[in-house]
């Protein structure tokens, strides 16, 4: 079945700093890949996703890129603020109808 | 408009009790997806109803877990009887008929469940 792995499991960054999240898959017909966030006491919620015909999105301070033929994708978060700090997920498709999430990151951004 | 919501929010049992979990999704999404949390791994796939079908039930862990969505509305995931490595936190998540997985899934709160 579909495997996706995340790296690194927890990340600690100074406030203003880029953090830098990144996920492989295995499914290479996988072809939607969202990024969840996770704050304490709440359920994932959807901060960005990339369908596979194109290589990067961007939404403000977070970006997300697609390497199909590596079959990697990352989270760019620019700029770090102390609220951005949470669990992130990531995630891909599996069998053309569910999804396979990552094992989450755990950022922390330091005032 | 209210989004997914699940009870309880949180559940002690011991360990041979039953628990039965609930999650109501967003009121005409057609999908409906259980997943669960293990203490720091993924987000692990139960299963996934389109209305009241079953549509993959794949990751249900065995026998003692059984789902149900009678009427395609809201759904239950019961544990009988629960064991010490069912603890964990139950998500639920809804997404509007469609492409299944490549629609935008939204998740509830989860009910985090501890077996002792």
């Known amino acids: 079945g579909e495997n996706v792995e995340q790296h690194p499991s927890t990340l600690?960054?100074?406030?203003?700093d880029s953090a830098v999240i990144k996920c492989t898959?295995?499914?290479?017909?996988?072809?939607?890949?969202p990024w969840y966030k996770?704050?304490?006491g709440k359920g994932p919620q959807l901060i960005i996703?990339?369908?596979?015909?194109v290589g990067e999105k961007k939404d403000q301070r977070i970006a997300v890129t697609l390497n199909k033929t590596a079959k990697h994708f990352s989270l760019h978060i620019t700029e770090t603020q102390p609220e951005d700090s949470a669990v992130y997920f990531c995630a891909a498709t599996y069998n053309n109808n569910d999804m396979r999430f990552g094992a989450g990151t755990r950022l922390t951004v330091k005032p | 408009e209210a989004g997914v919501t699940q009870f309880p929010s949180h559940?002690?049992?011991?360990?041979?009790?039953?628990v039965t979990l609930r999650c109501d999704p967003i009121s005409g999404h057609d999908n409906l997806y259980w997943?669960?949390?293990?203490?720091?791994?993924?987000i692990k796939f139960l299963l996934h109803f389109v209305k009241e079908s079953k549509q993959d039930e794949s990751g249900m862990p065995n026998n003692r877990f059984l789902a149900e969505r009678t009427g395609g509305t809201y759904s239950t995931l019961k544990v009988q009887p629960a064991e010490l490595e069912d603890s964990g936190v139950y998500f639920c998540a809804s997404s509007p008929w469609g492409q299944g997985a490549r629609e935008t899934?939204?998740?509830g709160p989860g009910t985090r469940l501890l077996v002792l």
Do not use: C, W
Not at chain 2, 11 to 18: A, M, P
Not at chain 2, 35 to 42: H, I, L, P, Q
């Open chain 2, 35 to 42: 997943y669960r949390r293990v203490m720091g791994k993924e």
């Open chain 1, 25 to 33: 898959y295995s499914d290479s017909a996988s072809n939607y890949f």
């Open chain 2, 105 to 107: 899934q939204y998740f």
């Open chain 1, 12 to 16: 600690s960054v100074q406030e203003g």
């Open chain 1, 38 to 40: 996770q704050e304490l």
């Open chain 1, 49 to 53: 996703d990339i369908r596979s015909n």
């Open chain 2, 11 to 18: 559940s002690v049992i011991e360990k041979g009790q039953t």
